[in-house]
């Protein structure tokens, strides 16, 4: 492998010229591209080599983490940086004529996810990696991602299939030796042996070949090197059973073709539920295989191996491994049960209703025949059991069991079957305590730990900010690079004025930076000295960008009404991508562009109050907005967001929370203080009263803002049409408003002249910028994995 410039250089001229047969200047950026990832890859080869070696060797324990997302981003750069060759790498190509960006720029960010559950896996693989912790990720190799998102003329989200390995993949290994055999449908025949023991066989059943794609998950500053192993469905070797044979083939094909189907009808369903039990099925066997290669048995295998659940999408790992340890190894059910238990544990990553998992057990009986009947004596056995420990309150069975009413829970599976559950937030976990799982906690008083995420400061600060990196740099030395816990010597310098006035200028360029990135993508300009406050996430009625778009109609229309009150120039950022069948959320995204094209045109307001919706929210946009904004708007209603990892990204890039006390935010707050935050809204406790007499109505008729407000939903104001966002109106008025925003709309508009007020104020804003980044630390998922790791998985550091 290269170990200068001059060796990089030739070796990257050289596999240019083999690969493509031309002389280099005649190669594409996409082929240098597709070249220079694989010598990356083959860079980190022997490290991952080593890595693998050395668990063995050292006979440690290694993790599994189940994920149906792993939000990635992209890659090069990172493991350029994490290997500690990009200045190698940058100079050589600038030496031989070709411009890093350029090639930087041919990568599509992986389409393995969604939102924030999978970008959260992503920051814990570098994490794992970066703090010498053998982790591995597990998920599927979707061919398409969610979707690429435009913004049509009307305003409207449009989805573009996202083929993002349409130029390769250059980080992939393709491992057919490992492909395992997954059997869906069919019958099971049950036999007895001469001992009156049962043996099940899988008969006439529908067979997939998994076949494994891994790829490198390089730690910084180390030679360790995780896998992040990603199935591929594949016609099997075996000839499909009373099936058309062309139907077989595309019935294959749909299972790797995207993330989240559409689950609308039971076609979706179905195709969802052979996406969970096809990587969960692949990923048990190649643990199982693993183990068996440095071990005689699988009685220790939770001794060795933690699998660690994302969200209730893998819980089908519990009675798969229970089928495998029975019916491929022959263990009876106690003890297959025991290591299931050991091995396994469950995050939850949401308390929303419709967000957590339900399955017909008639879909699990037709499609899993064998997993369904492990899944009933779960059940049986679990209520029996439960029966003994609470015989005075025999409701708490029902209410707690998997199966109810022919239906599957999987948070209820996931939680019988894991020997750790966690939340993701000090208050998620408190609302999963006492309220989604208080039932639970009665028979496992000490199952439900808390978590709170954490995001890589590699990519989400070194790597995306160079400007602020060197600022902390400069002013308390690297230690905070390698050390989360450094973050916060730079407390001992926020009232210095030149390091204030230094944020200020850092500050200043990334919005520069993400001014030109804005008129790059949508043609707007927008001010880089006015204050950018952004909002950017997944849409969703409870993340309450209505809300944010409702104070910004509400300051037009004051402004329209008295030339006397301006405001100091603002603008506001939107990004978010809409499920494709959410059309209420849809209809959100339209209002802002409709809001955005008529308050951006015209001329009393458009030097003051600008707002831009930015097509296509992914990783690669989130490197440039977070550096560049000011405010972090995080307003979802109190005890909807589990967590939030973007309050995190954008605190530790020195802008300052506009939220709910919600999620992390309530971490963010009682780190940096009511001086250096702005707080708003209704707390849990003052919801879960309000619920009961809240009428929507009311805040509509007493508050002459939020009727002229709301008006405008429903007299065309906007794009001409009174109908167009009824529904919105409709959900706010009809349905007395599900997620609170009239409620907290007051708070809000005060919230927002306070945050107004203090940006003002330049070096006390800077210095509350200042104390952000410092307490940030604790958001570094580095902290985050070391608790997995030593609550959760007892895990040791591997030696090299
Ligand atoms: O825990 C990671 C994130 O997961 C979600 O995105 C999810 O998919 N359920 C939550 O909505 C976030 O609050 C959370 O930060």
Known sequence: MFRNKREFKAEFHRRLVEAYGCEMEQTSPAEKYLTLGTMVRDYASNYWKDTKNETASQDLKQVYYFSMEFLLGRMLTSNLKNLGIYDI???????????????????NDPGLGNGGLGRLAACFMDSAASENYVVNGNCIRYRAGLFRQFINKYGEQVE??????????????????????????????VSYDENGDMHFRH???????????????????????????????????????????????????????????????????YLRLKQEYFFVCAGVHSIVETHLKNHPSLDNLGEKVAIQLNDTHPVLVIPELMRVLMDEYGYAWDKAWQIVKETVSYTNHTVMAEALEKWPMQYIENLLPRIAMIISEIDRRYCAWAWQQCPDDPDLVSRTRPLRDGTLHMAALALIGSHAVNGVAGIHTEILKNDLFRDQVRLYPHLIQNKTNGVTPRRWLMYCNPELRKLLDDTIGTAWEKDYHHFEDLLKHVDD???????????????????AYVRDLTGEIIDPSSMIDTQAKRLHAYKRQLLNIMQVIYLYQRMKRDPSFRIAPHTYLFAAKAASSYTFAKSVIKLINCVAAKINNDPDTRDVLKVVF?????????????????????????????????????????????GTLDGANVEIDSLVGRDND?????????????????????????????HDVLDTLINGFWNGSAD????????????????????DFDAYVKAQEEIARRYASRNTWARSCLVNIARSGYFSSDRTIEEYAHDIWDLQKLHF
């Open 724 to 743: 167009e966002f009824r529904m919105i109106y409709d959900e706010l008025i009809t349905r007395n408003d599900t997620y609170f925003v009239l409620a």
């Open 497 to 515: 004025p030149s390091v204030q006035e230094a944020f200020l200028d850092v500050k200043q360029v990334r919005k520069e930076k993400l001014a």
């Open 678 to 706: 702005v707080i708003f809204g209704h707390t849990v406790e003052e919801l879960n009263t309000l619920q009961y007499h809240y009428n929507a109505y009311d805040y509509y008729q007493q508050d002459g803002r939020i």
């Open 89 to 107: 790498v940058t100079e050589g190509l600038q030496e031989l004529g070709i411009s890093y960006q350029e090639i930087a720029d041919q990568e």
């Open 160 to 189: 573009m299939p996202d083929m993002w390995m349409r130029i390769g993949n250059p980080w992939e290994i393709r491992k057919l030796k490992h492909a395992v055999d997954v059997k869906f449908y069919g019958q099971i025949e």
């Open 614 to 658: 930015l097509p296509n929210y992914c990783v690669t946009m989130a490197e440039t907005l977070v550096p560049g904004s000011d405010v972090s708007e995080q307003i979802s209603t109190a005890g909807k967001e589990a967590s939030g990892t973007g309050n995190m990204k954008f605190m530790m890039n020195g802008a300052i929370t506009l």
């Open 203 to 269: 008969r006439h059943a529908s067979h997939v070949l998994a076949v494994p794609y891994d790829m490198p998950m390089i730690g910084a500053h180390t030679k360790t090197v995780n896998t992040l192993r990603l199935w591929s469905a594949e016609p099997a070797d075996v000839a499909p059973r009373d099936r058309d044979y062309r139907q077989y083939l595309s019935d294959v094909e749909a299972i790797c073709l995207n993330v989240y189907p559409d689950d609308s009808t039971e076609e979706g369903k």
